[in-house]
């Protein structure tokens, strides 16, 4: 597709339930992200994927967040026993490559709720 | 505590006017820096960006200053116009490769 396409664009939750929201990038970036943005709060990083690879995963909030990238594409964050405190709007992002100066691209972000 | 801080949670500027959105960070190693802009129910997209190496860069109606040493950037919108209504979010490197620190925003209102 043309652009960051995330879904679903909403998905409302019980406290205690797992969630699963997925990521397909623009075709040939071969770097990913993931963002969310609590309400009233700025953008907070949460993990990127080199190709499949998460070098780093201590953006992470919680052992109960998870992420996968199969194929260089999708990428799938997992909530495992949401919390209200997870309620926010994921953004993914795609990138060409991994460097300074390289352009973000943005999904419209899934906004979760948990009740 | 906050490494990038947008200090005005919004601004009203009339159409053909000037608008002005400041944003300040802490950290003086920070090199790199960049200006999203986000619609409702829309992602963020990249607006414009400068490198520590510069104190200004411009792109049509969107000019960015640097000031180093008080460790301030701004945006400058002129002649400003009713789409340029958005939140807009500082942004900077963070150092770790992917890691964009971004600011709470700062949502324009720019009135016809």
């Known amino acids: 597709g043309a652009g960051v396409s995330q879904s679903p664009s909403n998905k409302v939750t019980e406290k205690g339930k797992d969630v699963e929201l997925r990521c397909d990038p623009i075709?040939?970036?071969?770097?990913l992200y993931w963002y969310r943005q609590r309400l009233g709060q700025g953008l907070e990083f949460l993990i990127y994927f080199q190709g499949n690879s998460a070098p780093d995963k201590s953006g992470l909030p919680s052992d109960r967040f998870s992420a996968e990238r199969t194929g260089e594409s999708v990428s799938t964050l997992t909530i495992q026993r949401t919390q209200q405190e997870d309620s926010a709007v994921y953004l993914c992002a795609s990138s060409l490559v991994i460097a300074t100066n390289e352009k973000l691209f943005f999904g419209s972000g899934t906004q979760l709720s948990v009740l | 505590d906050q490494q990038v801080k947008q200090n005005s949670p919004s601004l009203s500027v009339q159409e053909g006017r000037i608008s002005i959105l400041n944003c300040d960070y802490t950290?003086?190693?920070?090199?790199?820096f960049l200006w999203y802009k986000k619609y409702p129910a829309e992602g963020p997209t990249f607006l414009i960006s400068?490198?520590?190496?510069?104190d200004k860069n411009e792109d049509g109606r969107f000019t960015v200053f640097l000031n180093k040493s008080a460790k301030h950037l701004s945006l400058h919108i002129v002649p400003s116009q009713p789409g340029d209504s958005a939140v807009y979010f500082c942004a900077v490197d963070g150092g770790s490769q992917g890691n964009l620190i971004f600011g709470k925003g700062t949502k324009l209102s720019v009135k016809p």
């Open positions: 950290n003086s190693m920070f090199d790199y």
């Open positions: 400068i490198s520590s190496i510069k």
């Open positions: 075709s040939g970036h071969t770097a």
